[in-house]
Each structure stands twice: as C-alpha cells, then as structure tokens.
C-alpha cells in the first residue's frame, strides 16, 4: 500500500465476521470506506450485456453501447470524467478472472494515482465477492434479468459456467440466445494445468426434454474430464449416460481439448456444424472440416465403428469458433438467413478493430437479434476460443 493508503482498514474490514453477513450494497460501501475510497457504485452487466444495472436501485440502469461506463465494460480499461454532481467519476472494470461482471464507479472530488490503485483493489475484491454470493443470494440475479425466465432456460443456466474463462495462454468465451427462452442449447468450458476443454451441445427440440437431454451430456462430459478420462472416453460417457436414462434422446456436439503450451487441438464432432478456423484475420477454408459422427446418444449398433478423433496444430493467435445451426439460420429483417459468411465476417470485422474476444461475440449476436423482425427460430449458442501463448 502506499503512503496515502489508509493504514489496517481492508485487514479489519476482512477480520471483522460480522461483515460476511452483509448485504452487498451495504458491504461495498463498508468495503470502500475500508480502502479510502470516498464513494463506490456497482453496476452489474444484465443477462444479455445490454445495460449496466446498479446494486441499489435509487440508481438508472446505464446502456452498454452509449455510456462511458459501457465503453470501460465493453474495452477492460479505465474510463475517467466529470462528474454531473462535481467532482470526477473513474469507471473500472469489474473483473472475475476473464469474465466481465460489471463496472465500479467511483467517485471522488478529485482522482489521483493512490486513489485510482484503492479503486483497483477495491474493483478486484468486489468481483470475488459477488461471485462467491450470486450463487445463493438471488436478489443479484434479479437485478441483472429485465424478463422471467421459462422453465427450461432456467434449468440448463444453472448447467452453465461462466461467459468466459482464460489464462495466459487461452481465453474461451461463449454467448447464448434467446437469452429467457433456451430449450437445448448449451456450452461448457474449464481450465486445467495443461489444456483448455471446450464443448458446445445442441439437443433435438426445444423443450424442458431437451434440456434434460443437453444437462445430461454435460453432466456425463464433466464426470468424465474430473475423473481424468480424454476425449474418446467422454465421447463414450455421454452416450453411455444418454442410452442409459433417455434412450429416446440425442443431441449433436463438439468436443474439443487444446494444449495449452504447444497449440495442438483435438476434437470430435457428433453430428454437429464443423468448427471454424480464423487466422491472420481470415477463414481457413475447411480447416477443421471432418465427416461428422452419429450424434451423441445415438445407439451403438447403428454407428459405424468408434467415434473418430482429429487434430491440429493451432498458430498463435488463432481463434476457433463452435457454434450451433441456430445461429448460422437466423432470419434477417428481409427473409434472409443470417448465413455461414455473414457469422465469419462479422467476427473478422471485430477482429480486425482489436476488440477483446468476448466484446466480438456480444456485438455479433446484438447485431442478429436486432435485425430480426421477430425471435430467433432457434436457439443460437457461440463459443470462441482464441490461443495467444506469451511469447517464448
């Protein structure tokens, strides 16, 4: 800390138990009078990153793409400017690991480096905070949903892990529309020592069944990865899992494993739209393009042989792209579907303009859904994966 810190006050805000009972408004404000900070609000991005959504409600919600705060949202940066009220506002990004939570305003009569730091630390302990909290404390999910959210959205939700994870080395991020309305849907990625595991499942109907279907595969596909199993093995939990409990039931798929330190990528496609390769701001035509497998839960009998493996050699700086057909069969305001060249060139565009991997995919998919003349037709799921290994 430095000199203009505030001596022992996070260490006693920490030690003290009373404060792990605390609302979280109440102990944000707590929080940043520990840390010197004169005022301090949260605003947490809503379900589809359309608008930053205050903790108290006294407060207006903040648009993501017509704000300062959104543009420290959407680029990961500081936002300094003055305030309406006197004084400054600085805008920092509210960062759990890779994931984007939100931003923290905080304002003060004048900022300057030890304060801008207080504000920092106090941004990185919030995160923790809320993340630790939103699993149980449903007041904070409710604050960032605008609509009720049907029954089988809400199941395969609480499936999901975060928007987007990474390292040094990967970072893996996904988005998922319509947002309230999900039936089968859904992505999975996780980080281990040496590899990145990401898979995106899309199950028949569009249904509380589906669902199921969908929760059960990922289900199989985790107890599989935390058992130590690889790629063919999980292939064979899912299906093992689906026959066993919903014979009637299948869902298409990619599964993929990519080494961290020397780029290589595997993957199996069950029945699913291939993978994507970008690179050097261009697409590899057919790069990861393989005859697919039966889909997952298919029976054995009625599969020729075993599911097939395939491999690549990724360059630095390569994104992946899985995504379901939803996606790729949107209806644009004219009838026209959304198509394969239009999904690819719209992540090139952002590519090209330097955005962060996860700022692409929420303007790729705000971009679909505010072209529609009504809802998706189907559920559309995107999930990036982008390998930039620090150089050697």
Known sequence: MSRADPPGGLEEFLADPDNAVLDLATAVARCAASLGVPQAVVYLADLQQRRLVPL??????????????????????????????GGMTAWLPLLDGAERLGVVAVHAPFLDGPLLRRGRALASLLAMMITSKRAYKDNLVQRTRSQPMQLPAEMLRAFLPPRTIGNAHVVSTAVLEPAYEIGGDAFDHCLTRTDLHATIVDAMGHNLLSGLTTAVALAACRNGRRTGQDLPELMAAVDTALGQWLPDQFCTGVLTRLDLVSGELRWSNCGHPPPLLIRDNRLVEGALEREPDPPMGFPADLRAGERQMHEIALEPGDRVLLYTDGMTEARLADGTEFGLERFVDSVIRASSAGEVAAEALRRLIHSILDAQTDRLRDDATILMIEWQPPSR
Not at 69 to 85: D, K, N, P, Q
């Open 56 to 85: 108290s409600e006294d407060a207006p919600a903040i648009d993501v793409d017509a704000s300062l705060a959104g543009w420290a949202y959407r680029t990961l940066a500081l936002r300094v400017e003055e305030s309406a009220t």
